[in-house]
């Protein structure tokens, strides 16, 4: 494969990245309003650690730190938009 041809693939992948994004987001939006409801706080520590422990260990060798990395930055990223919706809605 030539330069070009990694950087099609690279971008077709980006938008099926995309696309599972922005369902976990809206299953993450569903979370919020089910939280609004009962009153239970967006940050769960436990819940997190559990998260970033399963993936790290579904991570071949060498791999490990960027994929924590990943999901570190996806759960902050969905803890934000829970506090946003939260927050816009009191």
Known sequence: MDLTQLRQ????????????????????????????RHGVAVFHPEREAEILRAMTAKAPPGMEPYVREFFEALLRISKERQQDLLESEE
Request: net charge negative; charged share 30%.
């Open 9 to 36: 693939e690279i971008d077709g992948l980006d938008q099926e990245l995309l696309a599972l994004f922005l369902r976990r987001m809206q299953c993450s939006e569903n979370v919020a309003a089910y939280k609004r």
